[in-house]
């Protein structure tokens, strides 16, 4: 009798905390709630040698190969043998941050913070270069959770990072865009935006450093 009752004790404690604290479910993440160490997290990593990048609707197959030199990080996407799109990125252990994407940007925009929380936001202030042309800048850069669903990642869940960004035009209203960049803890970048015309996807196949392989 009285281990029936201590059962009952219990299992009314476990409810009681799970209505209290919320409990968590077995569901398989990959972008935990708080990012703490850049050699665990892995920000540089190549997910996929084998990309499609968007632009204007068309989509171009591409190969994308990593360079790195210091603590700059550059991606390549070569089609027919030619580079015809880069992105570089600043990794240090602090940071994991973009240096250029159609433009340049300086100081470089952070995107990633060790340690951070998912749901953290911070401000951007610089200058960003486009053509030689340098315009005074400033961004929101706001952290989620958000699970893919697309050929080549589907079901993975990620930390989103979006940039609202704002330029100076010259007139009263700045001009507009958000880049947007889905991370996978120990993967490296799955996908990235340039509002809507410019896209980086993984194609439709597994990445090379996938779990069991």
């Not at 968007?54 to 030199?69: E, H, N, R, Y």
């Not at 015809?84 to 340049?104: C, G, K, N, Q």
Request: hydrophobic share 40%; glycine share 8%; aromatic share 8%.
């Amino acid at each position: 009798m009285v281990k029936k009752v201590y059962a009952k004790l219990f299992v009314v404690a476990i409810l009681g905390g799970c209505f209290y604290f919320g409990c968590k479910t077995g569901t398989k993440t990959t972008g935990a709630e708080e990012i703490k160490l850049a050699t665990s997290f892995k920000p540089e990593a190549l997910f996929s040698p084998a990309i499609v990048l968007s632009l204007s609707d068309t989509d171009v197959p591409a190969t994308m190969q990593v360079k790195t030199q210091g603590s700059i990080v550059t991606f390549e996407s070569l089609a027919h043998g030619t580079v015809f799109d880069v992105e570089r990125y600043e990794a240090i252990p602090a940071s994991f941050s973009l240096l250029e994407m159609v433009e340049t940007y300086e100081p470089a925009v952070k995107l990633i913070g060790f340690p951070m929380s998912i749901g953290d936001s911070w401000d951007w202030n610089g200058v960003q270069t486009s053509a030689l042309i340098r315009r005074k800048a400033k961004a929101k850069i706001t952290s989620s959770l958000d699970t893919l669903h697309m050929e080549g990642a589907a079901g993975l869940e990620t930390v989103k990072i979006s940039v609202a960004l704002e330029v100076e035009s010259g007139v009263a209203k700045p001009r507009q865009s958000t880049l947007e960049f889905w991370f996978a803890a120990g993967k490296g970048i799955v996908k990235r935006t340039y509002g809507t015309a410019i896209v980086r996807r993984p194609a439709n196949m597994k990445p090379r450093n996938e779990e069991g392989e």
